[in-house]
């Protein structure tokens, strides 16, 4: 071994300590062995080449540099995965997480493509007949066309109804005729349209025989595919900078009466007809939506990924990283070892592992309506929107918050570049924000908990998710409290369901008191995040403690041990943390609470000898990770230094600055 791949002894030391079968605790992360063999195989193949590595780091680079470096990464990157990764995995991986993860290996900041694979290309296949997919798709999976999604627009996000632009078809020459009448109308924010993309995704007001019938997809060519020039009638560029995702070209895009072909509409939940007939197929109002809610369920894993890459970056960094004395003239310890860096990092594995876990979860549910959905039965899509809208909000803002916490926990390193845990927080922070901001997403999810309380309130059996509300119903007062797994979980349901009980009554209440139904429910809308909040808590909770034991019954009894402290850490942590309202909906006691604290601050003592055995599980490979601080063999300092020889400032001595305006200024008089 050279000095180079020399592990720190420190980290050494960890590994020794670690007492579970690491690779076992990987399968069941990555959802069975054959997938980690898989993915493996999938990472040795596109990363093996090496071409991630960037001569000069990407943040030295100038906006116009980082661009063009992006897209000469993406190229080689889509080149790798289209003449070697998907002959071993199959075209039908072409937008899988792993390829998507393995790209990390290549960008810090983002792919100007990563929207073509995440939304223009799921939209050919959610929204489109199997005709307008056998033309469009092979050409975008082959990259002969470049896409993106343009919904937003300046004046509207979130409220998607309010959508300016326009789609008018026209029947004498079988087009539709798209326009931007304001300026608030132009499309705004869409990753990839800026510079990048040849085609997109736009979502415009559908008018036809002079009626509106609301918001629909079109697919549009903005570019010339020879010449990349803007066509006739399009206006496009990029928004400029942003606080990250600097490589995705977010960009622009006006319409000054631009035709295209009648076909161009995604016709798969509602058609024009030649003659300009409007027929929409009878299933459900928001099936044009359906790309959205696909996004929604694949960021949960995405949350969990960010955050398994941080908290591995500042868990090997802690492990490395001696401060201060215990003792007057005592060695000085690993930061690992202080009880204040255990509960600011091992709250963040727990995290990882619930998210990811609810996140396969959540997949199979899509799965499962998205079949119904096929036999025409749209019954579970209700469900599915309230579940993917606030595991989407939770998921993205816990991942946000932890990711800075692991950057504090790395102290002045943290905030290096080099650390990447800037532009990992840079990154998770807007999914905060995109594809439904957090609040207006619980909104959404509160709307369906209202209803199923009024169906459980009126006896009916209401949905598995919700099913805790019909048990409301048959228990009087507050719930008993148990600190069994099962316990702190039944609290946490009979919380939401108090919760949704007070909205409800709230809103009677001013109803009853003279205001209309929208002023009652817009004044009760503090009230209706916290429930939508505290519901998807419970179904956090209650899936990650379900996914454990299911998954763990054949592991062997040192893994099955440290992940059930992982979830009885994850479910003590968060009770210790709502114990305001433990208080008003169960029986807790002062004791109890102090119980409670005791059981957490022991439960950080035993993960403690595992935890870097727990991050190494994740395996991640520091190609992915691109931190100084964070890599396998724990080689912080050395790193550090290396990181210093590409700054570009550092290539010269002396900087011209110095004689252009500092030696002026010193030797000016006053
Ligand atoms: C080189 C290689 C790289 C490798 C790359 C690989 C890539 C792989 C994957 C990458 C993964 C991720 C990348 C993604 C990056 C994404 C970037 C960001 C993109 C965007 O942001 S796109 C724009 C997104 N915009 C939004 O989300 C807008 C949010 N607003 C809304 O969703 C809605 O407007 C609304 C807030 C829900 C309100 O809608 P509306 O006013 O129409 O509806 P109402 O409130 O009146 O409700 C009516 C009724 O409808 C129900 N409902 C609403 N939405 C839905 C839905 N989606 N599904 C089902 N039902 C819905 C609602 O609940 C009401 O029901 P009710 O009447 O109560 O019964
Ligand atoms: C990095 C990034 C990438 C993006 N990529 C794309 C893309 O590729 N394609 C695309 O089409 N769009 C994209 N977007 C846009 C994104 O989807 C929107 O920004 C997002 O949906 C929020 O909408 P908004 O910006 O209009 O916020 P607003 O709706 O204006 O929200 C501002 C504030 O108002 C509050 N608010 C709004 N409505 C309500 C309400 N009804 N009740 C209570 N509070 C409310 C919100 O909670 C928020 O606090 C991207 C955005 C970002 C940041």
Redesign the pocket.
């Known amino acids: 071994m050279t000095s180079k791949n020399k592990i720190n002894e420190d980290l050494a030391n960890e590994r020794r300590k670690c007492n579970f079968n690491i690779e076992e605790v990987t399968y069941i992360l990555d959802g069975g062995k054959e997938k980690t063999l898989q993915r493996k195989k999938i990472e040795d193949v596109a990363l093996n080449g090496g071409a991630s590595v960037d001569d000069i780091p990407e943040e030295y680079l100038s906006a116009r540099e980082r661009y063009e470096n992006a897209i000469r990464k993406s190229c080689i990157y889509t080149n790798i995965v289209k003449n070697e990764v998907l002959e071993i995995t199959g075209i039908e991986n072409y937008g899988s997480p792993v390829l998507r993860r393995t790209g990390d290996a290549f960008f810090k900041d983002i792919s100007p493509f990563m929207?073509h694979l995440g939304?223009f290309v799921p939209s050919i296949i959610g929204q489109c007949t199997a005709e307008q997919q056998a033309t469009w798709l092979p050409r975008a999976l082959d990259m002969k066309i470049i896409g993106?999604?343009?919904?937003?627009e300046l004046g509207?996000?979130?409220?998607i109804r309010g959508l300016e632009t326009t789609a008018t078809y026209d029947p004498e020459t079988e087009e539709f005729v798209l326009h931007s009448p304001t300026i608030t109308s132009y499309k705004w924010?869409?990753?990839g349209l800026g510079r990048t993309a040849n085609h997109c995704t736009v979502v415009a007001q559908l008018y036809t025989q002079g009626k509106c019938h609301g918001t629909h997809l079109f697919i549009v060519q903005i570019r010339d595919l020879e010449t990349h020039m803007p066509l006739p009638g399009v206006k496009v560029g990029e928004i400029g900078p942003?606080m990250g995702?600097n490589t995705a070209d977010?960009g622009f895009l006006g319409f000054n009466n631009y035709r295209i072909p009648r076909m161009n509409m995604m016709m798969k939940n509602a058609q024009v007809l030649k003659d300009g007939t409007y027929v929409k197929a009878a299933r459900h109002g928001k099936l044009t939506y359906g790309t959205m809610v696909f996004v929604r369920v694949t960021l949960v894993g995405e949350a969990s990924f960010n955050l398994a890459k941080a908290v591995t970056i500042a868990v090997r960094y802690s492990a490395v990283r001696r401060q201060s004395e215990l003792r007057p003239g005592s060695i000085e310890p690993q930061i690992l070892d202080y009880p204040t860096q255990q509960h600011k990092l091992f709250i963040c594995i727990a995290t990882a592992h619930a998210f990811q876990l609810t996140a396969s979860w959540l997949w199979n549910t899509f799965t499962a309506v998205q079949a119904e959905m096929k036999k025409g039965n749209v019954d579970t899509l209700p469900e599915l929107h309230a579940l993917s809208s606030c595991l989407k909000a939770l998921s993205t803002s816990d991942a946000t918050a932890y990711i800075e916490q692991c950057r504090f926990a790395c102290g002045g390193h943290g905030y290096m570049l080099s650390s990447n845990l800037p532009f990992l927080y840079a990154f998770v922070v807007?999914t905060r924000?995109?594809?439904?901001?957090y609040?207006?997403l619980l909104?959404q999810t509160a709307r369906f908990l209202v209803k199923a309380w009024e169906q459980a309130e009126s006896g009916k059996v209401v949905t598995p998710t919700v099913a805790y509300l019909n048990r409301h119903f048959t228990t009087n007062g507050k719930m008993i409290w148990d600190n069994s797994p099962e316990g702190i979980i039944r609290v946490f349901q009979s919380v939401a369901a108090g919760k949704i009980s007070l909205c409800v009554r709230s809103i009677r209440n001013r109803i009853t008191s003279g205001m209309d139904h929208e002023d009652a429910w817009l004044m009760t809308?503090v009230q209706l995040v916290n429930a939508a909040e505290a519901h998807c808590r419970s179904v956090i909770l209650h899936t990650y403690w379900n996914e454990i034991v299911r998954l763990t019954k054949h592991s062997s009894d040192n893994v099955k041990t440290v992940l059930n402290q992982l979830v009885m850490l994850y479910l003590t942590y968060w009770a210790l943390e709502r114990t305001g309202d433990l208080l008003r909906y169960s029986t807790i006691s002062e004791n109890d609470i102090d119980l409670l604290q005791r059981q957490y601050e022991e439960l950080l003592v035993k993960i403690r000898p595992n935890a870097v055995g727990l991050v190494d599980a994740f395996d991640i490979r520091d190609e992915i990770l691109q931190s100084t601080l964070g890599s396998y063999d724990g080689r912080v300092y050395e790193r550090l230094m290396e990181e210093v020889q590409k700054n570009p400032l550092n290539k010269e001595p002396v900087d011209p600055s110095f004689h252009k305006y500092l030696k002026p200024l010193m030797k000016s008089k006053i």
């Not at 993106?148 to 937003?152: C, G, P, R, S, V």
């Open positions: 929207l939304m993106a999604y343009a919904q937003t509207h996000g979130t409220f924010w869409a990753g942003r995702f977010n807007a924000t995109y594809e439904g901001d609040t207006v909104l809308t």
